[in-house]
């Protein structure tokens, strides 16, 4: 298990070609659900992937199934509650990835999903603290400004917590950020390349559009940040009550777990992504977790990137982000720390 070794990971996993020996086993769980299912799909074509475990309290001996015949070399297996199914899928794992849980519907904030998610997330992390501790966990349940802390709790309390090793996949706000200044300005994707902060809701997503190199009227600003902020109600208003964003979050994570992948497994350096973590960046203002840019390495983060230099306008939205952020994560750690 490539988590533990204290040797250079770049000499013991030089670029794989095909799943080997050498490449990680990863763990969906939550894998037969509008994200899991076309995240699983996309993480079967990665080669740095030896074996993909799919978990689910229904359906993900289906999905397995399914994903088993196409002709990529990594191992799918699927696996439910019953027979030990969540020890299973998760012993020997490199990365977990956790998309279990409810999603919105319209006229819901994320924190409404706090009662049902907090405790799924809870249950699986202790699981993963247990079968496989030293696994990097990347959480995508909402609300993921307190599912994150939720997590952390659980591994502290296992005696487990490595910071370098807790992520809350905020990926999508960048993926929607590029696309939605593209689209203003114009430009291919590629050059739209924009800086989010902060969390996972509303207007604790901070994007600094001063950053990215391209000017904007006042106006765009304004309606280039609240896009970004409240991209997800989008896509809850247009599905109507069927749910939030599965397909756009699914290549959101898969970007994720395969920058994580090419740094710990293939040993590449230089790969950043935002990602939410805990980080000393508002340490001073009361914050634990908070999103920026942040460098992966072999052991997971390897450096959380400064904010950098904000305008006015920017820094308001950070000063309104933070009391919210605060709050979200007092509420996570003090539903594990609860008598
Ligand atoms: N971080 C982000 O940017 C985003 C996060 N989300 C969040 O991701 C979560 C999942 O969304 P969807 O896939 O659309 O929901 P979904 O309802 O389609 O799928 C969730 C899956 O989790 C499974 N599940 C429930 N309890 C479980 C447990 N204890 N163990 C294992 N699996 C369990 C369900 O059986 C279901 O298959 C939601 O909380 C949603 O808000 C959604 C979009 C973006
Ligand atoms: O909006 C939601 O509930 C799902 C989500 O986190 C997003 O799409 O960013």
Redesign the pocket.
């Known amino acids: 298990m490539f988590a533990i070794r204290q040797i250079s990971p770049i000499a013991k996993r030089a670029f794989s070609t095909s799943a080997s020996s050498n490449a990680a086993k990863v763990a969906v769980l939550g894998a037969a659900g509008g994200i899991g299912q076309p995240l699983s799909l996309l993480l079967k074509q990665s080669s740095l992937i030896s074996h993909l475990s799919l978990y689910d309290i229904v359906n993900a001996p289906g999905v397995a199934a399914d994903l088993s015949h196409i002709n990529t070399d990594s191992k799918v297996t699927g696996h439910v509650p019953q027979n030990e199914g969540l020890k299973a899928a998760l012993t020997g794992c490199d990365i977990v990835v956790i998309p279990a849980g409810v999603?919105?519907k319209p006229g819901?904030t994320?924190d409404d999903?706090f009662n049902t998610n907090a405790s799924i997330v809870r249950d699986l992390a202790t699981a993963c603290a247990e079968h496989c501790p030293k696994a990097h966990v990347l959480v995508?349940a909402?609300?993921?400004n307190s599912t994150v802390p939720i997590v952390a709790e659980v591994f502290q309390k296992a005696g487990k917590f490595d910071p370098k090793r807790l992520f809350g996949v905020t990926t999508?706000?960048v993926v929607?950020a590029s696309r939605f200044v593209s689209e203003v300005k114009k430009i291919p994707t590629e050059e739209a390349k924009i800086t989010v902060i902060g969390g996972?809701?509303g207007v604790t997503i901070v994007p600094l559009l001063s950053q990215s190199g391209h000017s904007f009227t006042e106006e765009e600003v304004k309606a280039l940040t609240h896009r970004i902020q409240f991209?997800?109600?989008e896509?809850?208003k247009a599905k109507d009550g069927a749910g939030?964003?599965t397909l756009?979050?699914a290549f959101a994570g898969a970007r994720f777990t395969n920058s994580l992948l090419e740094a710990t497994v293939a040993g590449k350096k230089g790969i950043v992504e935002p990602t939410f973590v805990k980080s000393d960046v508002f340490a001073k203002e009361g914050v634990e977790f908070f999103a920026t840019n942040v460098e992966l390495g072999a052991q997971g983060v390897e450096k959380i990137h400064p904010v950098g230099n904000v305008n006015e306008y920017e820094q308001g939205l950070i000063n309104a982000a933070i009391p919210e952020l605060k709050g979200n994560i007092t509420k996570g750690k003090a539903f594990i720390n609860k008598a």
């Open positions: 999603p919105r819901m994320r999903l995508i909402n609300p993921v999508l706000d929607r996972h809701s991209g997800g109600d896509v809850v939030s964003a756009s979050m």
